[in-house]
């Protein structure tokens, strides 16, 4: 019941299009989903989050999409630029669970010029 | 304002050593969590230090413990360590018991031959 499930495991767009990767929860207890991205050798970056109070959070390029009743969260990154190849990853974390953050397997993102 | 910082960046042991992993929070943090990340994963919550106890553990033996200083800064401990302890360890800081961002630092790689 703590799963978080990522797909696509790989993701590969041409510059200027939309990359879009899905995530499907499990747990109702989850009250925050974070986005994290890391490059190689990194580690993960705060990318954007959102609460399932609101079912769209935009940052910039960066959107997530919330479907509460699905149990499913959405990041679409529009415009998507070289810069933007990096491995992706969702989270969820809940109040009663204090400072663990379960993680999605992840998908490497490779955006072509 | 420094983020997290983590040393050493590279380790390299073998296997039965034992390793000692350290982390500094973002400035104003008091809580710290550890994650280890295997190659092609997600990463895996280990444990949280608050107020300088471990306040949640994630699924993992007893040989991964740790430390928390009262000036927040922490320690992970191996013991006995096996081939399948090599991982990026990162360690994570939050603004405060319950609060939801966590901030990552770079990572150790961990290599156990």
């Known amino acids: 019941q703590q799963q978080v499930k990522q797909s696509p495991q790989s993701l590969i767009v041409q510059k200027g299009g939309i990359s879009i990767i899905n995530c499907a929860y499990e747990?109702?207890?989850?009250?925050?989903f974070p986005w994290y991205q890391q490059f190689p050798g990194k580690g993960p970056a705060l990318l954007i989050a959102i609460r399932p109070d609101v079912s769209e959070k935009k940052e910039g390029r960066f959107t997530i999409s919330f479907n509460k009743s699905a149990k499913q969260f959405s990041l679409h990154i529009m415009d998507s630029q070289p810069g933007d190849s990096a491995t992706y990853f969702c989270a969820a974390w809940s109040g009663t669970s204090y400072g663990k953050l379960t993680f999605g397997q992840g998908t490497i993102l490779t955006v072509h010029p | 304002d420094a983020g997290v910082t983590q040393s050493p960046t590279h380790l390299i042991k073998t296997r039965g050593q034992q390793v000692t992993l350290r982390c500094s929070p973002k400035s104003g943090h008091d809580t710290v969590s550890w994650y280890q990340q295997a190659l092609g994963q997600g990463p895996q919550f280990i444990f949280q230090y608050y107020e300088e106890e471990e306040r949640q553990r994630g699924n993992f033996p007893d040989r991964f413990s740790g430390h928390q200083f009262p000036n927040y800064s922490s320690e992970l401990n191996v013991n006995a360590l096996l081939l399948g302890d090599s991982a990026l360890y990162l360690c994570a800081s939050i603004g405060g018991w319950g609060t939801d961002t966590q901030y990552f630092g770079p990572g150790t790689r961990l290599t156990v031959l």
């Open positions: 747990n109702t207890a989850f009250d925050y």
